[in-house]
């Protein structure tokens, strides 16, 4: 258990709804990570936070969007969902958010778009 | 730009046997880190070792061991007498100090599936 956890475990939606995927980061932790790991595009970073702040953007879509709260839980909302959005979207925290040190992963929210 | 490589799709071999696991990075930064992490099949994604780019050391972690080449840029994961456990996806990934203030998420490679038979 890395200490991370997302909610919900599986969403299943249609095309142009909106969801929000929810994270709790390890106790302790002040950066959260987003990830979308899909079939052709493998492991990909989407947006880092640290306590609260926006730090790096990676490839994430216009579409998409997310915030650390002062509790730091992270929510991460996508609109206007395609087809191509079906993923499973992880969430990791760590301490400072700094380079050198390592990740822990949630077990991710299994997204499936119909 | 960052890369990392697994040129390795998917590996099977019979339990007990030792495998290693290749990835080759690229990056221009002097300074950076690499990790390597396990998917099982049931989905997580678990931290397994950091490695940065100043110390060259080989480590060993019970049966599995990491093997750091600064000349080749390649970051090798081996696993000794295999078990069935092992079977997973398991990728190498990378992040540098000076990318975005040393902020810019794990660049992943695309991931090496390990199949153990018994």
């Known amino acids: 258990d890395s200490g991370v956890t997302q909610t919900p475990k599986h969403l299943i939606t249609a095309t142009g709804q909106r969801v929000t995927l929810r994270c709790s980061p390890r106790s302790g932790d002040l950066s959260v990570y987003w990830y979308q790991q899909s079939l052709d595009q493998g492991l990909q970073f989407l947006i880092q936070y640290y306590n609260g702040e926006e730090r790096a953007k990676g490839n994430i879509l216009e579409r998409f969007s997310a915030q650390q709260f002062p509790d730091l839980h992270s929510e991460l909302n996508l609109s206007s969902l395609e087809l191509g959005d079906s993923a499973l979207y992880f969430c990791?925290?760590?301490?400072?958010?700094?380079?050198?040190?390592?990740?822990?992963f949630g077990d991710g929210t299994r997204l499936s778009i119909l | 730009a960052q890369k990392v490589t697994q040129a390795q799709t998917e590996i099977s071999v019979v339990e007990k046997e030792d495998v290693t696991l290749d990835c080759v990075y690229e990056t221009r930064d002097t300074t950076y880190y690499l990790f390597w992490y396990k998917q099982p099949p049931s989905g997580e994604l678990v931290f397994l070792i950091r490695r940065n780019s100043f110390d060259e050391q080989n480590e060993i972690s019970g049966r599995y061991s990491w093997n750091f080449q600064k000349s080749t840029s390649s970051f090798n994961f081996t696993i000794t007498a295999s078990q069935v456990v092992d079977s997973a996806v398991y990728f190498c990934?990378?992040?540098?100090?000076?990318?975005?203030?040393?902020?810019?998420?794990?660049?992943f490679g695309k991931g090496t599936h390990l199949i153990i038979q018994p």
């Open positions: 990934a990378l992040s540098d100090f000076n990318s975005g203030g040393g902020a810019d998420g794990l660049t």
């Open positions: 990791a925290s760590s301490f400072t958010g700094q380079s050198n040190q390592p990740q822990h």
